[in-house]
């Protein structure tokens, strides 16, 4: 989700709960984590910028468009952009409790950056998961397969055979019918329900995140999210009665993100979503 690797603004608080425990902040997402106290944080799930936006074409609701979504999507070159990487999860590290966890959402664009930087800064990969779309857009250039997947690190910041991160193995066993949970979900992509605020190019399916955080984190622990974008992080955080803590860049997307804060607390989450689900009140 958006940011921006060169500007740099003051964070200052855009919404925040009524009891004043979760936050959403406008501005620079590694000004603010500079300014938050070390080991504070039980889970990160984010969306950090892709680095797609190269001039090319991809196809949205039947139209051929321009895959450019902004600056802040777009790439300074595979050294910068690796540089940029290692530096954000350098902040997330130091933020983390010795036992959080972090999720990180990518393609193969950036993902290879990011799996490097973390066994770099000393984070130990847990899994890979693969969320399949069941109806991605085709691929217009013919030159090559289909997208139909992103892929999400989860890593932890826990020593093996010191430190116990979560992971709520029975619960997720018990979505899954009785069984293992395998590491590839197919999950559709956000409804027209999930965009009615507005829209954001990257927006991920509240059921995805949800369940990343209902399998790594418990009730009332501090999820945070430095590339916020339209905050479906923080609206499945508040459903599942997590703090939530949050920056994004672009005012556009934090007018999006902040009505859908105020409005989490009607939104349904299913144990266990199903294809082609449709979201409602």
């Known amino acids: 989700m958006s940011a921006t690797k060169q500007q740099k603004e003051l964070a200052t608080i855009a919404w925040q709960s009524n009891d004043q425990r979760s936050k959403l902040y406008q501005g620079d997402s590694l000004e ?11 889970c990160i799930w984010t969306d950090p910028p892709y680095n797609l936006s190269n001039d090319g074409i991809t196809c949205v609701a039947g139209r051929m468009v321009k895959v450019n979504k902004g600056e802040w999507d777009r790439s300074r070159g ?75 690190l989860w890593a932890t910041k826990a020593k093996k055979g010191k430190d116990k991160y979560t992971f709520n193995y029975d619960a997720m066993k018990v979505e899954n019918g009785g069984k293992q949970m395998k590491n590839v979900w197919r999950m559709p992509a956000p409804s027209k329900e999930e965009k ?26 501090i999820v945070f999210d430095p590339f916020s974008g339209s905050a479906t992080t923080g609206v499945a955080s508040l459903i599942l009665n997590r703090r939530f803590l949050g920056c994004e860049m672009d005012k556009k997307f934090v007018s999006i993100a902040t009505r859908r804060l105020a409005g989490a607390s009607g939104t349904f989450i299913p144990a266990e979503p199903k294809e082609n689900l449709l979201w409602s009140d």
């Open 32 to 42: 603010l984590m500079a300014s938050l106290p070390a080991n504070s944080i039980d």
């Open 196 to 221: 009615r605020y507005g829209k954001h190019p990257t927006q991920k399916p509240i059921a995805l995140v949800a369940r990343c955080l209902r399998a790594s984190t418990n009730e009332d622990d």
């Open 78 to 152: 595979v050294e910068l952009d690796h540089e940029f990487n290692k530096t954000w999860l350098a902040a997330c590290h130091r933020l983390l409790k010795p036992t959080g966890t972090i999720w990180v959402s990518g393609t193969v664009h950036v993902y290879p950056s990011v799996g490097f930087a973390m066994q770099e800064l000393g984070f130990r990969i847990l899994n890979d998961i693969i969320w399949e779309k069941p109806a991605p857009p085709p691929n217009l250039g013919c030159r090559c397969f289909t997208h139909a997947t992103e892929l999400i």
